[in-house]
């Protein structure tokens, strides 16, 4: 382990027991809890993937997944869920992030 991780480590234990020691009050921040992605339609899909301009292959690969994947989405033969849903979700409203380096 690096000698930097390992300070920082450290100072998160000795943070971390003073806590609870009640000697000092750590910060927190309020997350919002993003809202529930629904399912989209297979036609959706393939709405996003022509607005942006790609074909099934380059699409597939923006978003990490197979080919074979992302034609099944597109045929309604497999549903994407979890992670998939929200980067398909995040794609609509931000398309520029699938470019982002």
Do not use: C
């Amino acid at each position: 382990m690096k000698k930097e991780t390992f300070n920082e480590l450290q100072k998160s234990m000795e943070q971390a027991l003073a806590h609870s020691q009640g000697k000092i009050t750590l910060r927190t921040k309020q997350v919002p809890v993003p809202k529930k992605v629904t399912a989209l339609a297979p036609k959706e899909i393939l709405k996003l993937r022509k607005r942006l301009g790609t074909s099934q292959a380059v699409f597939a690969r923006l978003l990490n997944v197979s080919t074979t994947t992302e034609i099944k989405w597109e045929t309604g033969r497999r549903k994407p869920s979890g992670a998939a849903l929200r980067l398909l979700d995040i794609a609509s409203k931000r398309p520029e992030i699938l470019y982002a380096v």
